[in-house]
T-cell receptor, first 113, second 115 residues
Framework: AQTVTQSQPEMSVQEAETVTLSCTYDTSESDYYLFWYKQPPSRQMILVIRQEAYKQQNATENRFSVNFQKAAKSFSLKISDSQLGDAAMYFCAYRSMNNDMRFGAGTRLTVKP | ETGVTQSPTHLIKTRGQQVTLRCSSQSGHNTVSWYQQALGQGPQFIFQYYREEENGRGNFPPRFSGLQFPNYSSELNVNALELDDSALYLC??????????????FGQGTRLTVV
């Protein structure tokens, strides 16, 4: 079974600085998808960025980018120019071809003004 | 705004009771997944429905059951509630079935408290 591990329960970053959230996963599949979701206090999971495993190029969405290392099964999220609104729980998620999604335990990100 | 709506937003039930949670999927989405998120943890996959059929299930007992209707809305039913069932229940909809790359859009969740 696929597992997703987020080893950083909490992270803190100064406003306008850069922070990297770590994620590793375990799978025997070759085709899959990886996601980072943000969950603010409103509880709704918001998609931040996604990566298809067959693509070698790292995904980028504005201030958010990933470092995808398929052989190492690592999928970290970099947030540049951090803003107060980035404060939330961040979940790394793995989605297999049957659409079964597995989440990590989450990282709570605090942004200091 | 994702368009996935869940009801109710909060619910308190007594141990042993039964509960039904509802989810309206985003327009055009035929796949609905349900997740249980205990406090301080990541969501756990319960099951998924595609075109009214269950097509995937996580490690949850049979007292967790579901339905998907012709309009692709869905219900999650939990029988014989236990204290450990207290959690945030999230519904997610997506536009494709098995084998397609589809992005899941989440609702705001139903907070269930079992006392």
């Amino acid at each position: 079974a696929q597992t997703v591990t987020q080893s950083q329960p909490e992270m803190s970053v100064q406003e306008a600085e850069t922070v990297t959230l770590s994620c590793t996963y375990d799978t025997s599949e070759s085709d899959y998808y990886l996601f980072w979701y943000k969950q603010p206090p409103s509880r709704q999971m918001i998609l931040v960025i996604r990566q298809e495993a067959y693509k070698q190029q790292n995904a980028t969405e504005n201030r958010f980018s990933v470092n995808f290392q398929k052989a190492a099964k690592s999928f970290s999220l970099k947030i540049s120019d951090s803003q107060l609104g980035d404060a939330a729980m961040y979940f790394c998620a793995y989605r297999s071809m049957n659409n079964d999604m597995r989440f990590g335990a989450g990282t709570r990100l605090t942004v200091k003004p | 705004e994702t368009g996935v709506t869940q009801s109710p937003t909060h619910l308190i039930k007594t141990r042993g009771q039964q509960v039904t949670l509802r989810c309206s999927s985003q327009s055009g989405h035929n796949t609905v997944s349900w997740y249980q998120q205990a406090l301080g943890q990541g969501p756990q996959f319960i099951f998924q429905y595609y075109r009214e059929e269950e097509n995937g299930r996580g490690n949850f007992p049979p007292r967790f059951s579901g339905l998907q209707f012709p309009n692709y809305s869905s219900e999650l039913n939990v029988n014989a509630l236990e204290l450990d069932d207290s959690a945030l229940y999230l519904c997610a909809s997506s536009p494709g079935g098995t084998g397609f790359f589809t992005e899941a859009f989440f609702g705001q969740g139903t907070r269930l408290t079992v006392v």
